[in-house]
């Protein structure tokens, strides 16, 4: 069974730094990419950007580019998500998804992860 | 950029058909996914490829696309259906969902 497990939620303060993790497990993890996805209170989902695990080619949505870092570690087969100064702007739901199938223009989003709530607040 | 719009909200009787709609240029040259999220949930995939369904989704969930609209259909429609649907397409490289359609069973 394909899942993605999350990191648990976070509390933090405007400036502070954080990292977020999504770990793969019931598939082979660099044959996948790897997305992740925001949702404002609220709100509607937002697109962040993606990385291949076998290389760690990523491309950023435009609205994220600059202000976030996609990474990923092939040996725990864990994905992350960080912010270097985090905004209270920031507070939201984050998911990161499996994209399917491997190697297309146009993959779907085929398994979530349970998500992980930032609250960032002073 | 490229955008999907999507109408805010659709109203629909139990056993009846809902139709959600996801309109953006040229749609039809893109394929176009559809994403169910019920409250507090991750969202699920319940259409791909325009019109294909994931294992485990029921065959009440249909979906078309053609010139600038995308349409999910819920024939049928169930209770247990009522949920945020948001559709999604890519454009050059980059993903785009739509706003998000709360369906309302009632």
């Known amino acids: 069974e394909v899942q993605l497990v999350q990191s648990g939620a976070e509390v933090k303060k405007p400036g502070e730094s954080l990292r977020i993790s999504c770990k793969g497990s019931g598939y082979s993890f660099t044959n996948y990419w790897i997305t992740w996805v925001r949702q404002m209170p609220g709100k509607g989902l937002e697109w962040m950007g993606r990385i291949d695990p076998s290389d760690s080619y990523i491309n950023y949505g435009p609205s994220f580019q600059g202000h976030v870092t996609i990474s990923v570690d092939k040996s725990s087969s864990t994905a992350y998500l960080q912010w270097s100064s985090l905004k209270v702007s920031d507070t939201a739901m984050y998911y990161c998804?499996?994209?399917?199938?491997?190697?297309?223009?146009?993959?779907?989003?085929?398994?979530w992860g349970q998500g992980t709530l930032v609250t960032v607040s002073s | 950029s490229y955008e999907l719009t999507q109408s805010p909200s659709v109203s629909v009787s139990p056993g009846q058909t809902a139709s959600i709609t996801c309109s953006g240029e040229?749609?039809?040259?893109?394929?176009v996914c559809w994403y169910q999220q019920k409250p507090g949930q991750s969202p699920v995939l319940v259409i791909y490829q325009n019109m294909k369904r994931p294992s485990g989704i029921p065959e009440r969930f249909s979906g078309s696309n053609s010139g600038n609209t995308a349409t999910l259909t819920i024939s049928g429609t169930q209770a247990m259906d009522e949920a945020d649907f948001f559709c999604q397409a890519w454009d050059r490289n980059t993903g785009v969902f739509g706003g998000g359609t709360k369906l309302t069973v009632l």
């Open positions: 998804a499996r994209l399917n199938p491997p190697a297309v223009a146009d993959p779907n989003f085929d398994s």
């Open positions: 040229k749609l039809e040259d893109k394929y």
